[in-house]
């Protein structure tokens, strides 16, 4: 029987990671995509033949109804389509049972973001303890291949300082990953992915890693300006995020932040949503007796994501502003990619956002399968050799610009 790659979830970020895999389908054979809304699935699959994204006509592309939540059903889906690998696309709340699916197995498994529980926010750091690195001694023993977090921010920014390590510095004393999105849906407020995570993790706790040790700050209180390339000066505030998590771990660096960028009017939408009460993750009754939980009601009232895609116009820029020593003398480096919603539209019928997060992890599906990233073990993907997945990632459509001594650029 043939192999197939399967692929778990429909969103906007299965939406690209469908269509690249079709596009690579020669190395990743058959594609299954799963999920729990058929509809979505029949939707990709029409996009993926209107734009004729299957490269090899001989490997079929279908799709299968599942709840992954379900760890005995989607281990039997995936003994069932013979999987020989699992991209895990879909929300961070099945991370754990798919990785446990794929242990069970003995088959890679690849996911763009760290584990969350639907009913808890604010883990304690470093995040990955909490859930995935628990499974790292049973991947190694098993020989398994789990790579971590493989999107673009966790992902890409996470080579980016494998890179810089490798290629530009001999000692890394600050990373700083800036995100903006400077793109109009014309929506008046949304969310690029998963609203349900989308503001989860704008509303938790900000933890960051400075002077070697974790701190802690309220959301959206420390702001700065940075002076893109292109676009110029952008306010950007400082918000935990999963690749600070890993990377206090393996680079050596004392201090490590990540930062997005959000405008007013988006800032103004999620205070009042916070403060009445519509972003919690805990039930409420209504009068009738019937349980809601609030930001479930907010995800159901705003666009689906890649809905924003047709009418996006912009760009989104996203890189990693690095400091350290090389050869005896201080440096610094802005290791970047920039990001065009309407080229991504013709391409793939996507927006930007969740392209640069589908793209990376059909790159590292292409390594772990011919060899190049099949480590047999859990990593993370600054772990791993840059060389190989940034070139591979350029080809496929992510490209990467490294600007040296950018000290023209911050602006504090």
């Not at 584990?115 to 470093?126: G, T, W």
């Not at 000066?233 to 393996?250: C, D, N, P, T």
């Not at 350290?324 to 990001?339: A, D, H, L, M, T």
Request: hydrophobic letters at 35%; a negative charge; glycine letters at 6%.
């Amino acid at each position: 029987m043939e192999r197939t790659t399967l692929i778990l979830g429909a969103g906007g970020v299965g939406h690209v990671v469908a269509h690249k895999a079709a596009q690579n389908n020669h190395i990743l054979g058959n594609i299954c995509i799963a999920s729990r809304t058929i509809n979505k699935c029949k939707k990709i699959i029409e996009s993926i033949n209107k734009k004729n994204s299957l490269k090899d006509k001989k490997y079929k592309i279908f799709f299968k109804q599942i709840d992954a939540l379900q760890e005995n059903k989607l281990k039997s889906l995936a003994k069932e389509i013979n999987a020989d690998i699992i991209i895990n696309a879909a929300s961070a709340f099945v991370n754990i049972p798919t990785l446990k699916v794929c242990i069970d197995l003995g088959i890679p498994y690849i996911d763009t973001a760290v584990h969350e529980y639907i009913d808890s926010i604010n883990p304690p750091p470093p995040w990955y303890a909490n859930n995935e690195w628990k499974y790292s001694e049973l991947c190694e023993q098993k020989n398994i291949t789990a790579i971590l977090s493989c999107g673009f921010d966790p992902g890409m920014v996470n080579s980016y300082c494998a890179y810089a390590k490798k290629h530009l510095f001999n000692k890394i004393n600050s990373i700083d990953i800036l995100d903006i999105n400077q793109g109009d849906h014309g929506q008046f407020f949304a969310t690029n992915f998963d609203p349900e995570i989308n503001l989860r993790e704008i509303l938790e706790t900000v933890i960051y890693w400075e002077d070697g040790k974790w701190q802690y700050a309220k959301e959206h209180s420390i702001k700065k300006f940075f002076n893109f390339p292109e676009v110029g000066k952008q306010s950007i505030y400082l918000m935990g995020h999963e690749e600070v998590h890993s990377l206090a771990r393996f680079m050596d660096c004392d201090n490590i932040r990540f930062w997005m960028g959000f405008d007013d009017h988006y800032i103004k939408c999620f205070e009042v949503l916070h403060k009445i009460g519509l972003l919690s993750e805990q039930p409420v009754i209504l009068d009738n007796g019937e349980s809601v939980v609030p930001i479930k009601v907010v995800k159901a009232c705003l666009p689906e994501p890649n809905s924003l895609a047709k009418n996006y116009t912009g760009k989104t820029y996203i890189g990693n502003l690095i400091t350290g020593e090389s050869q005896g003398k201080n440096k610094s480096v802005f290791i970047y990619n920039i990001c065009d919603h309407e080229e991504c539209y013709k391409e793939v019928e996507s927006q930007a956002i969740t392209y640069t997060a589908g793209l990376p992890p059909v790159a590292a599906a292409i390594l772990v399968k011919n060899g190049t990233w099949d480590v047999k073990r859990m990593a993370h993907v600054e772990e791993l050799d840059p060389d190989p997945f940034l070139k591979l990632c350029g080809e496929m459509g992510l490209t990467t610009s490294i600007l040296e001594n950018p000290e023209q650029l911050t602006d504090n």
